[in-house]
């Protein structure tokens, strides 16, 4: 057995729809879904339920931002409720206007979501109703029949037009029952048939009722008055050449273009054989399209013919004599197809703005590509410029997914033109672009940028809080929150305190400010950490080192280290009488806590005894002989000596020297004119007014208790050998001298010195040499019966004994020894006073052992000082 298959068009549509279902399913992003249901529904009836076909949850379709997008068309007959899913009616959906006489009625329509991109194709069967009745050309149809028309004869009437299809449309005709007519149908074609033969005496014309009826529920009909007038003669109806005639057009043909001629003849002759022709049937559409001429039955172009509105048309062309007798005939014109439509691009969807970190491969939109032309007219090539990371990858039938290719950078290029162009295979190719514009949203990617690596600060110490150390910037290249830049300290310590007590930084423009005054001789530099932050989220942060350099400021003067100023005493140094010129006398010592130049010393002597005598060295301070010292020299010489610094302005400072020109100190005279320390002298002044004062009180209140006591009672005789001053040679200051030995011999020589600051002078007591002064060992033994208890020693001692205890003391004048006798005997001949006088007694001793104490510290610290100078 062979089987033929004949590849009709309709066939191809199928192998299409068969092939576009495989892609489909090779492709589970996208999904068809097809509804059928009846035109004419009111807006807002559900089609169907889109979220349950397709598996979703109802959140799903309003978070992927689900929408209904048309093909090919503007116009959106069905729309999608995002709170249940559920498909509805948008608009009216009038069959018959959408697709005329055509068997089916597809209306394409496409689901577009998001997060992930997906496409699923709607596809809309709409049903037809019986919304339209039969309807014939004409209201009234005459016909004439020769009264000679045999039985059986046949009359072609104009058929009826229904605009519904399928058992809507025309089933059946009916004819009112008469006396000579019947009616036969087949198909299209509908026949009055003679039954009867006519009487043109009996009945000169005849009214008949045609009825055509459809199938649809409730059927409709309509209806046609037939009126037949009876002639005499003229047996003979127009006859076409063709029974068919077939042209074709092609589309965008001008106007008055010639498709085709029709052509019928009539036997008969004179008026009867007179032809004229006219359109069956048409629609509407047809007739502003073509026209016939009556005369010649040439049918000529008067619209515009589209292939891609209607490809073939079908057109019944009617001949008629004078008579009325009239045939049929078909015209079949096929609409050639011209390429005449360049490609539209339609975008379906798009991920805009889209993260600029997203990686390569993402799907970032979906356009359709829509040729109106058929074959390889139709046939579309799509490409994208090459200077963007997007590329076109084909999807399913005329859908391409634009594709990144590359990573992105909104610093680099924050927006992108995409052009996407179209060209179709036809002669000519036509092509079309469209420009898709992608804007790239800021993801925070880039921390702040330091514009330099590291800030260097100066500023001079004692400068005012608050002054503007320096400034530093950081640029991110990140849009919006995301690129503003907060500037910040860092933790951390200066000299152990934090680095906010010394500066600040403002966080909106990162000046740096001083928050206290630096003092350069604390500390010369020191280094802070800026972190520059973005408010992005997470914030991405950077840091940058500043130096702060603290230049000196001459603010300090120089310090004399040697010779040490102690208030305004001089320094004594000793200069031999033999010393040559340019000897080396002495040397000041001084330093600066500054810095640089502003610690450059200099020494100048800025006045002296003799100027031309002793000089001093710049920059060592040291100070030597201008010239040999001869005997016209004075042997005093006072220096005062200036130490100054190299700051502007320049601080000084200065000292003051004595200078002795001798060779020992045997030599040197009674310096009268040293300056004196007025601090010790007026408290060497205070101890001795108090000792003398409680000396006083306590001396004249033991004469007033001897007076009284002792006036009936014979007195004792004390012998005193007075004491004579003798005033010694005059020595220099800080020397002491003791001649003799042992203790308390006739030669021993008391010597008191003071320092040099003092207002008393120096003044040595000599005791008076006495043959009768006895040993030291016999008179002052120490022991432990002797100054254990002063009232122990004084209850046990007799009145006559008492003196005998001390003789030594008395002779030798020994000033404490003979305040304690005395005190023991009038303490023991007076018992009521004994608490009084004894405690008038401790508060003289306490005065008298501080003053001796404070006098040999002074003294021994002059001599030490001297000592030292002197070597």
Known sequence: RVRVFFWTKHTMEILEKMLFYVLLILRGAYGDMSYSFPEEMKRGSVIGNIAKDLGLQTGALSNRRARIDTDGTDKRYCDINLNNGELVVADRIDREGLCGEKA????????????????????????????????????????????????????????????????????????????????????N???????????????????????????????????????????????????????????SLPENSPLDTVVVTVSATDADEGVNGDVTYEFGHVTDEMKKVFSID?????????????????????????AKDGLGLSSYAKVIISITDVNDNAPVVSLKSLMNPIPEDTPPGTEVGIINVQDRDSETNRQVRCSIQQNVPFKLVPSIKNYYSVVSTGQLDRELVSDYNITITATDEGSPPLSSSKTVQLSVADINDNPPVFEEQSYSAYV???????????????????????????????????????????????????????????????????????????????????NVTVSVFISDVNDNSPQILYPAPEGNSFMTELVPKAAHGGSLVSKVIAVDADSGQNAWLSYHIVKSTDPGLFTIGVHSGEIRTQRDISESDSMKQNLIVSVKDNGQPSLSAT??????????????????????????????????????????????????????????????????????????????????????????RSAYNYDAYLTTGSRTSDFKFVSSYNDNTLPADQTLRKSPTDFADVFGDCDDSPEVGTFAKYPQALLNRNLPALNHSFVCFVLQRIPITRSVLYLFYLLHQVFCIHFLIWKMAVLYTDIFHFNVVTE
């Not at 007038?229 to 068919?244: E, I, R, Y």
């Not at 009556?294 to 009617?318: H, Q």
């Not at 200078?659 to 007026?682: G, M, Q, R, T, W």
Request: aromatic share 8%.
């Open 189 to 247: 074609t509908i026949e009055l048939v003679l039954d009867k033969e006519l009487d043109r005496e009996k009945q000169k014309e005849i009214n008949l009722l045609l009825t055509a009826l459809d199938g649809g529920s409730p059927q409709r009909s309509g209806t046609v008055v037939i009126h037949v007038t009876v002639l005499d003669a003229n047996d003979n109806a127009p006859v076409f050449s063709q029974a068919v005639y077939k042209a």
């Open 460 to 542: 001079s110490e004692n400068n005012k809080p608050g002054s503007t150390l320096c400034s530093v910037s950081a640029r991110d290249p990140d849009w919006r929150q995301n690129g503003t830049v907060v500037y910040s300290l860092l933790s951390g310590e200066v000299n152990g305190a934090p680095v906010s007590s010394y500066v600040s930084v403002n966080g909106d423009t990162g000046v740096i400010h001083a928050v206290r005054s630096f003092d350069y001789e604390q500390f010369r530099n020191f280094k802070v950490h800026v972190m520059a932050r973005d408010n992005g989220s997470p914030p991405l942060s950077s």
């Open 294 to 318: 009556r005369k010649v039955g040439e049918i000529k172009v008067i619209g515009a013919v589209d292939y891609e509105t209607t490809s073939s048309f079908e057109i019944r062309v009617k």
């Open 104 to 187: 089916s009625c597809i209306l394409k329509q496409e689901l577009v979501l998001e997060n992930p991109l997906e496409l699923h194709r709607i596809t809309l069967h709409i049903q037809d109703i019986n919304d339209n009745s039969p309807q014939f050309k004409e209201e009234l149809i005459k016909i004439e029949i020769q009264e000679s028309a045999v039985r059986g004869a046949r009359f072609v009437m104009d058929d009826a037009h229904d605009a519904d299809v399928g058992q809507n449309s025309v089933q059946q005709y009916s004819l009112k029952k008469n006396d000579n007519f019947i009616l036969a149908a087949n198909g």
């Open 655 to 744: 000292c003051s020297m004595y200078l002795l020109i001798s060779d020992n100190l045997a030599e040197v005279p009674e310096l009268k004119d040293i300056s004196y320390d007025e601090k010790n002298s007026k408290l060497t002044s205070y101890l001795i007014i108090a000792l003398v004062c409680v000396s006083t009180f306590f001396l004249t209140f033991i004469i007033i208790i001897m007076g009284v006591r002792f006036c009936r009672r014979r007195k004792p005789r004390l012998l005193f050998d007075g004491a004579v001053a003798i005033p010694s040679a005059y020595l220099p200051p800080n020397y002491a001298d003791v001649d003799g030995t042992g203790t308390l």
